[in-house]
């Protein structure tokens, strides 16, 4: 039984540190992610704690 080459365990880069962050991506990252955080938003008022009031 032979075995193949050992596999490659070198450090891959970073593809968050490859990317530069402007302000452009910063900007169409944080646009994007508005139905996520209105999602969340949702969750997270259902689970509120209802006012003892």
């Known amino acids: 039984m032979t ?3 050992p596999p ?5 880069e970073s593809q ?4 530069p962050a402007t302000v452009e991506r910063c ?4 646009d994007t992610g508005s139905a996520d ?3 969340a938003y949702k969750q997270m ?3 509120a704690v209802p006012d003892a009031s």
């Not at 490659?8 to 891959?12: A, E, G, I, K, T």
């Not at 968050?16 to 990317?19: G, P, R, S, V």
């Not at 900007?27 to 944080?30: I, S, T, V």
């Open 27 to 30: 900007r169409k990252d944080y």
């Open 16 to 19: 968050i540190l490859a990317e």
């Open 37 to 39: 955080r209105a999602t």
């Open 45 to 47: 008022s259902r689970r």
């Open 8 to 12: 490659d365990r070198r450090p891959r």
């Open 3 to 5: 075995q193949g080459e």
